[in-house]
């Protein structure tokens, strides 16, 4: 599930925010510590308490991010003409479940699925309905967040429903492209611009737009977490990564303009100009030396 730009502008307010854990028990004290060392370590200071994972953590992470991947492989092995994507959700819940998982999106303030299904010219956060049938032609996104353990996933995929016009089928590759060519500029000491960068450059090579105010998140013992990685931005700028920090690179690319409006239920993000859009997610981990997909499909 992409996050909201606007949501982590600046600092946060009113003071130091309470860690997952519980006040006093371990699970804030190491994260209380991971953050300082984070400080420490690196000269630019921190707008916002970014976690920084252990290798045991990661371990978690990279377990439920298996889960999600399972289950969004075995979803899009599914999809074709008829069907609706309320059954897509149905699918994602029971797939989870089998999985011993928990779907991480439902109830997500509020969120009322345990997908997300955005077809055509939706960008993101589309809500799974019975009314929504796909048919020859379409592209969907499914994305799919899994809590397992005590830890989250996120991964999601532009599937092809049949046969597709040649420019959709583009548009859903290229997206791919920018998702691995911003995974690619992920390492130790490079910056949170650089991820947006290459985003940019790599979609706007093939003619494509990239939606800005939505974008990637910190993911670990909560399913968004700081910080926002943004997918339009500027190489060299914004925070420095580290090893250990754990997030999401999911670019949302678009035939026209990246201009977008969000319907009425308060969740649906569509283009302004009605034309098509594409996602691809993955959850990466920052290595010693580079970075680790932990949601690559087995």
């Not at 996120?154 to 583009?170: H, M, N, Q, W, Y």
């Not at 910190?218 to 968004?224: S, T, Y």
Request: contains cysteine.
């Amino acid at each position: 599930m992409a996050d909201e730009e606007s949501r982590l502008e600046g600092p946060p307010r009113g003071g130091p925010r309470e860690l997952e854990g519980g006040k006093g028990g371990k699970a804030e004290a190491g994260q209380i510590e991971n953050v300082l060392a984070l400080g420490r370590e690196l000269v630019d200071p921190l707008p916002v308490a970014i976690t920084v994972y252990s290798s045991a953590d990661i371990a978690g992470i990279r377990r439920a991010s298996k889960v999600a991947a399972a289950t969004l492989k075995e979803v899009g092995a599914r999809l074709r003409p008829g069907i609706t994507t309320a059954m897509i959700d149905r699918w994602v819940r029971e797939d989870t479940r089998l999985r011993g998982g928990k779907p991480s999106q439902l109830g997500y303030h509020g969120f009322p699925a345990s997908v997300c299904t955005s077809r055509n010219e939706v960008i993101c956060h589309g809500i799974p309905s019975e009314a929504v049938v796909l048919a020859e032609g379409d592209i969907v996104n499914v994305d799919v967040t899994t809590e397992f353990e005590g830890f989250h996933g996120d991964t999601s995929k532009t599937f092809l429903i049949g046969e597709v016009r040649p420019a959709a089928r583009r548009l859903v590759e290229v997206t791919q492209e920018a998702r691995d060519a911003g995974i690619a500029a992920v390492r130790p000491g490079a910056r949170l611009g650089d991820i947006g960068a290459a985003i940019v450059a790599c979609a706007r090579r093939s003619g494509f737009d990239v939606v800005a105010g939505y974008g990637g998140h910190g993911i670990g013992r909560k399913m968004h977490e700081d910080p926002h990685i943004s997918h339009v931005a500027r190489a060299g700028t914004g925070l420095r990564l580290r090893r250990g920090m754990c997030f999401t690179v999911e670019p949302m690319l678009t035939e026209g303009s990246a201009r977008h409006r969000l319907l009425g239920d308060g969740w649906t993000v569509v283009t302004a100009d009605g034309r098509w859009s594409a996602q691809c997610e993955h959850t990466v981990c920052v290595t010693e030396d580079g970075v680790e997909v932990l949601t690559c499909p087995e």
